[in-house]
């Protein structure tokens, strides 16, 4: 398994951006399927965005197609969620997670998601 820690959230006014980092420990990152889920207060948690193992593929939610960009540097042992154009709506914690392939986190959700770090809190204010 891998040992994943975010970093990069905070408050930031609705229209404004912010990009989140997951960094991984462990030698056998570049052969994860990387992905972003979030949890808002009273709602399950959802899947957001996943990149490929070598980042050639990646799949996002519906409701941040267009706003957000999931990129990974595999040199750094590190992936990244930029996120534009930000809405109330988007407030949740933000996890990052490990997984075998990008597509199944995206059909399946967190059923495939091997790894999970603990979590950073966006809040986005109207």
């Known amino acids: 398994q891998v040992q994943l820690v975010e970093s990069g959230g905070g408050l930031v006014q609705a229209g404004g951006s912010l990009r989140l980092s997951c960094a991984a420990s462990g030698r056998t990152f570049s052969r994860y399927a990387m992905g972003w889920f979030r949890q808002a207060p009273g709602k399950e948690r959802e899947f957001v965005a996943a990149?490929?193992?070598?980042?050639?593929?990646?799949y996002y939610a519906d409701s941040v197609k267009g706003r957000f960009t999931i990129s990974r540097d595999n040199a750094k042992n590190t992936v990244y969620l930029q996120m534009n154009s930000l809405k109330p709506e988007d407030t949740a914690v933000y996890y990052c997670?490990?997984?075998?392939?990008?597509?199944?986190?995206?059909?399946?959700?967190?059923?495939?998601?091997?790894?999970w770090g603990q979590g950073t809190q966006v809040t986005v204010s109207s």
């Open positions: 990149i490929s193992w070598r980042g050639g593929s990646t």
């Open positions: 997670a490990a997984g075998p392939t990008a597509q199944a986190m995206g059909v399946y959700g967190q059923d495939r998601v091997g790894s």
